[in-house]
Structures are given as C-alpha cells and as structure tokens.
C-alpha cells in the first residue's frame, strides 16, 4: 500500500514540474489580468507560494508571497538550479467551525519547487522572511556568470 | 458582520467612501467570533506595520495598507504584483469601537473588536427547587 502511494507522489511531483515548465515557456500568459489578483493565497490556491524572480550579474533573486508562516517551519534548499520552499502555515487556533464568519484565508503544509535558469551557490544562499514576504538571495556559480571579453582594437 | 460592496446611501449620515480610487487589491480574511467579541485577521503580504491605516468611521471599519516590493530590481519571471490593499466591513453597533486593538506580525493584521458590556453573554443560573 505504502509503496502504491509514494509512487503517486513521484507522478504528482512530476506533473508539477511539467506545469511549471510549460508556464516559463509560455510568456503570454502574463497579460492576462486575473493574475494580478489571484495571487492572494485563499483556499483554492493551486501554487503557492507564488514567486517573482529577478536577477543582476552576481544575483537571482526570488521574492514569495507568504504571510503568517511560522519562520521555524520555513525550509529552503537549494540543488544545482533548483530551489525547494516548504513550510507550514497554521490556521487560527481554538476557534469552533461555527464561530466563524469568514474563513478565507488558506492554511495547511506546501512545498514549492522552482528551476533557476542558471546553477547557484547553493553555500551562500541567503534567505531572509519578513512581513510576510521571503526574499532568497542565490549567488550565481562562476560557471554561470557572464564574464567580459575586451577588445583589443588594433 | 456585512462587507459593504455598494455605496450605501443613508439619510441623516455621512457614509465613508466604500471606493478606492485606482487598482487596489481585497485581501483574504478570517473573521470568528470569540467571548469577548470579534476577531479579523487579514493576510497583507509585504506589508510594514507604519503602512497599515486603520479606520472605523459610522460604523465601518476600513484597512488600508500599502505593501512594498523587497525586489529592488524588474523581475524578469512574475506571478504576482502588488497594488495597495483595501477592504470595508460594516460594523455592528455592539462593538466597543474606543477598545479596538490591532496587531500586524508576518505580514498578517489581526484586528480585536471587543463587544460592549451590554452585548456579552451573561450567565444565568438556573435554580433548581
């Protein structure tokens, strides 16, 4: 039975990382404007957290959406160019069900898995969570960083 | 407790904009109900404490809160952007709105709205003779 299981899991994790491709590939879906607003993490979130991911010569950044994460259950790892987030958030505590007149704000374990487009350090790695938002600071590895030819005009 | 969506137009009282001028965004909320009264909690992602307006006029109660982006750079992958956040919610008038607190922790503002005196529920004891 277990193995039955983890092998869904392996599909499933693989699915993703399909999906994630197929987003990175196809740029047009950016303009559309739902996603502006889809970003806010309720509890029919399909990938969360969602990242923005900018880069300069030494650096990829990659800042994620997440409020009300316990820091202690924040994991970042980095493989080659692959980050993994995971983490926890709680959902209120001792509150009955009925008590509630809105309950819209997702809670529950995620895992998030990003490719870089290029190899990072993964030893100076550097991730900082604050007001809700984590920034990861990924050095580039040498092999990956653009490196200047001069020209020698004669 | 109600959202209110629409300008409502009352006699006799000056309503609060139920509008924000340009792109704003509605953050996700709970709102349960304890003894003392009610408690909301807003998810406002990058957002610092001195950035959170807090506001009760007539009777609503107003959050505003503008998030700052840590990237200083254009990203150059986006799933997300970040426009000021803004949600209404029609009070009841048994909250104690002088003792309401507010508190903002990892971009999450939890908002306490005491009920007055007279709204709490009382315990009776029932004498059984």
Known sequence: ?154 | MKETTIPVKTEGRRVPDTRESGKTLKPVVDIFETAEGLTVVADLPGVQKENVQIQIENEVLTIKATPKSKLSLEPIYQEFKLYPYFRQFQLSDRVDQEKIKAEMKNGVLVIQLPKKEEAKPKQITVNVS
């Open chain 1, 1 to 154: 039975m277990r193995r039955w299981w983890n092998t869904i899991q392996e599909l499933e994790l693989l699915r993703r990382e399909m999906d994630d491709l197929f987003h990175v590939l196809d740029e047009g879906w950016l303009d559309m404007p739902s996603l502006e607003y889809s970003f806010l993490p309720g509890v029919s979130a399909q990938t969360y957290p969602l990242v923005n991911i900018a880069e300069d010569k030494e650096n990829v950044y990659v800042e994620a959406l997440a409020p009300g994460i316990d820091p202690e259950t924040l994991e970042v790892s980095v493989l080659n160019n692959t980050v993994k987030i995971a983490g926890e958030k709680s959902a209120v505590k001792d509150v009955k069900p009925e008590a509630f007149h809105r309950n819209e704000r997702g809670a529950g374990r995620f895992i998030r898995t990003l490719s870089l487009p290029v190899e990072v350090n993964a030893d100076k790695v550097k991730a900082e969570y604050k007001d809700g938002v984590l920034l990861l600071t990924l050095p580039k590895a040498e092999s990956a960083k653009p490196k200047q030819i001069a020209i020698s005009v004669s």
